[in-house]
């Protein structure tokens, strides 16, 4: 595609429920990352993958998250159990190299954890 | 101490003004520099990098950085309403992997 996708743009859940946010890179881009907005905040980063492997998961909050790119390309952020301090808008971002800081947003997912 | 620190803002200039954002981080390993502008609602975009200490002009944008200083700031020249928005400085850390960012200082541009 054209662009970094992302879908959904917005969910909202229930406390305690799981999600599934899902991010499509430019295609040919080989470095993925999740980053999460707070109102008023910068992106705060969470995961990287070079290829398939995540290479640098030192962000996650917690192991009520996890993240998968099985295949290189798509990858799914995973939270389990939501809190409403989970709310925030999800944003993936892709780049040709790992060690590129040119990073290419897609529009966000917004959770909303009632 | 934050590790990339921006004044919130908001940064209020009149149309057509230089505009001069700054920028200060923590890391003296740092080695890459990025300007993002994030309009209200929307995702960040690249405007500007910067790897080496000194200017760097780009159109309307110039970067500065002062490695010695662990500063960073972005200039607009001629600013238009276009521009208001919020600037986030972006700072490579973690062996190159991954960005920090600031919390972004708002832009707002006046007639």
């Known amino acids: 595609g054209a662009g970094v996708s992302q879908t959904p743009s917005n969910k909202v859940t229930e406390k305690g429920k799981y999600v599934e946010l899902r991010c499509d890179p430019i295609?040919?881009?080989?470095?993925l990352y999740w980053y999460r907005q707070s109102l008023g905040q910068g992106p705060e980063f969470l995961i990287y993958?070079?290829?398939?492997?995540?290479?640098?998961d030192s962000g996650l909050p917690n192991d009520r998250f996890f993240a998968v790119r099985p295949e290189g390309s798509v990858s799914t952020l995973k939270i389990q159990r939501t809190e409403r301090g989970d709310s925030a808008v999800y944003l993936c971002?892709?780049?040709?190299?790992?060690?590129?800081?040119?990073?290419?947003f897609g529009e966000g997912s917004r959770l909303t954890v009632l | 101490q934050k590790e990339v620190e921006q004044n919130s803002g908001p940064l209020s200039v009149p149309e057509g003004a230089i505009a001069s954002l700054n920028c200060t981080y923590s890391d003296r390993g740092s080695q890459s520099f990025f300007w993002y502008r994030q309009y209200s609602g929307k995702s960040p975009e690249l405007i500007m990098f910067?790897?080496?200490?000194g200017d760097k002009e780009d159109g309307r944008f110039t970067a500065q950085l002062n490695k010695a200083s662990q500063y960073v700031s972005l200039l607009i020249r001629d600013s238009q309403p276009s521009d208001s928005a919020t600037y986030l400085c972006?700072?490579?850390?973690?062996?190159?992997?991954?960005?920090?960012f600031g919390t972004g200082t708002q832009l707002k541009v006046e007639l």
């Open positions: 971002a892709s780049s040709l190299a790992g060690s590129s800081g040119e990073l290419f």
């Open positions: 972006a700072v490579q850390t973690g062996g190159g992997n991954k960005l920090t």
């Open positions: 910067i790897y080496s200490n």
């Open positions: 295609s040919g881009h080989t470095a």
């Open positions: 993958f070079q290829g398939t492997g995540a290479a640098d």
